[in-house]
């Protein structure tokens, strides 16, 4: 029982430990964005500083929380030219029903990413290419394998424990 | 006319639904104040998880409790667990700290899931055969529409009382406290009777929790075990992440969420009833299969499609399959056992393998799906690849491992065990 549970631990840290990777852009600005919907007690200035949280909500410090109704981040963007970094496109809708558009440029800090600044409004100047956001297509057969992997090991246990159940 | 009539049995279906309606009425209410929580009594979205983690693992400490029911009988723990569960529930509404409501909701969730096993243990031993499968649909439908009076209450303005959350808690105690005043005039099952009065049972094992993984039994619990695992991965976490999916990769506000999770709620929850009438004509194995099959295509079609108008249909049917299966899964997990170790066999389904599964589900779907630092970086396509790897698991260990207990008389079983 003892060694089981060591294994199941084991497996444990090695799943979760896993699942996670570097960090993403478009997380970073979904976060200073959630944040940002919460207020002053949101704290956006982990993601932004507070000039570039003004251009989105004008006063957001006195803000009531929820201000914002729906918060959408796209994939991130690789815009041609000489600004490095990554540009994540966002759209907003406030609880009045105003739309706001944008586009966050973040640059690299540390292991992470910090907006920069932004291109509020319309007139955003046209953006390409850009990296998957999601599992991607050898997600599936990977999850399919895992799947398939899953089972015979279930089976494979099953068929043990029937066969000394029998025995017994 | 006997005193298990009709009557008393419809009486009974009620007095077992509000163990499964209060069980989907409080998972649902924590997530739905946890907000309102945290202002009120302080504490970050960090606190927040451990909170969530340590009464879920209340679940799974249910075992225990449930486990009495085949040593002190099941109306004796029905009427402990109402009492316990209705006294939890105060505590958290008096909670003066965040520690404090963690304590008394991982109280109520021991209590509520210990309810859960011998509710359905009762389905089986006090109703016809010809009527265990719908009566098993209805108690579980109750669990969602727990669900869906949550977001009624709130859509009400519950919170914006002088309450605030605590009236979500107060609120349920006085129809507890009539059920646990109702459940007095229950009788104790006739299975339970007939098993526990019969000198020929005296050397069977009453008490041992571990009585389950006897030889002759152990192959069923693990292979039920196993498919209730698989399952409840993929249901609770899709159950868990769909409202952030909707408005953080959708784009839905929350308000439109809260309307699609209700109106789907109400539209899914007649798949417990009709899966419940499917079972009792065609066999608890192939509608499993059937309602797998179903879960994995619009459960997958739920977290791919980016398109309102597409969602509200996917997550109707998601739901339907998807939560609609826990008919078959409770018939699994109590039906192939004799009366003397059924609720201990339940327990150890429900409480170490399926709460497992769905804790351990939101989990990875979290971790793989976090939009910062997770490998897949998208909750939705997180929630689709574990529903494709888990799904076919489930139906596979299912057809292969999984008796068959349409038919099965629990009188002939509970006989072949005495002799």
Redesign the interface.
Known sequence: MNRALVVAVVA?VA??S???????P???T??WLLSLNQGAAGQPDRYAPDEVSEQVLPGWHDLEP?YL?????ESQQLRRGPVPGAFVPF?L?TKDGDRIEGVAHLLPNGDSWRIADLDVGAGIAPIEGGSP???GLP??P???G??VL??LA??G??TI??H???K? | MTDRDARYRRKLLILLSSATFFEGYDNYVLAFVLALVLGNLGGSEADAGWVRGITALGAAAAFFLAGQADRIGRRRLLLITIVGYTAATALTALSPGLWWLTVAQFGAQVFLGAEWAVAITIVVEEFPREHRGKTLGIVASMNTLGGIFVGILAFLGLQDTALGWRAFFLVGLIPLALIAWGRRSMLETERYIAVRDDERGAHLDHTSILEPWK??F??TV??VG?VTF?RYFVISSGAFWWAYYA??EI?????TSGLYLAAAGLAGATGFLVAGRLMDRFGRKPMFEVYMAGALVFGVWTFQTTNTGVELPALCLAIFFGLGSVSMTSAFATEPFPTYVRSRAAAWCRNAFEIVGGV?GA??VG??G?????????I???M???T???L??AM??CW??VPETNAEDMVAMDEAVRS
């Open positions: 444990l799943l979760t896993a699942c996670s990777s570097q960090e993403r478009e997380g970073i979904e976060r929820g109704d729906v918060i959408a981040v759209n809708v956001f999601g599992a997600g599936w990977i999850a399919l895992v799947g899953l089972a279930a089976l246990l099953l424990v029937q000394r159940a029998t017994a | 030889p002759a152990r192959t693990l292979a196993l698989f408005q953080q784009g839905m506000s929350v308000a351990l989990l990875v971790i793989l976090d939009h910062v630092t997770g490998r897949v970086g998208s939705g396509d997180a689709a690849l574990i494709i790897a888990m076919p698991a596979i260990v292969r491992f």
